[in-house]
């Protein structure tokens, strides 16, 4: 049974940081691509980045870029996103997802790509 969980959000200023971990089991974590999405109050679920099995090729959200940093360790089967820069728009519930198959392209973008999903952990930015 794949189990996706996800760690390291709370509340934060604007212009702070914060580094979310999901911790993957029950598959063989580094054959797979890896995102996070978020979902604020009221809004559909949105894309915010992703990363290749190898970790050698990554995509990101106009909104994110240059701010988020996505990352993995397959030793530790866990997938990170850095956050800088935070702004009161961030708020959201943020999901981490293992893809489907064993690819990665630029439809990773979407979240019809993945099939396993964490409960999620909220983030709250003030300003």
């Known amino acids: 049974q794949v189990q996706l969980v996800e760690s390291g959000g709370g509340l934060v200023q604007a212009g702070g940081s914060l580094r979310l971990s999901c911790a993957a089991s029950?598959?063989?974590?580094?054959?797979?691509?890896m995102a996070w999405f978020r979902q604020a109050a009221g809004k559909e679920r949105a894309f915010v980045a992703a990363?290749?099995?190898?970790?050698?090729?990554?995509y990101y959200g106009d909104s994110v870029k240059g701010r988020f940093t996505i990352s993995r360790d397959n030793a530790k089967n866990t997938v990170y996103l850095q956050m800088n820069s935070l702004k009161p728009e961030d708020t959201a519930v943020y999901y981490c997802?293992?893809?489907?198959?064993?690819?990665?392209?630029?439809?990773?973008?979407?979240?019809?790509?993945?099939?396993?999903w964490g409960q999620g952990t909220q983030v709250t930015v003030s300003s």
């Open positions: 029950g598959r063989t974590f580094s054959r797979y691509g």
């Open positions: 990363i290749s099995w190898s970790g050698s090729t990554s």
């Open positions: 997802a293992s893809a489907r198959r064993d690819e990665f392209y630029s439809d990773a973008k979407r979240s019809a790509f993945y099939d396993y």
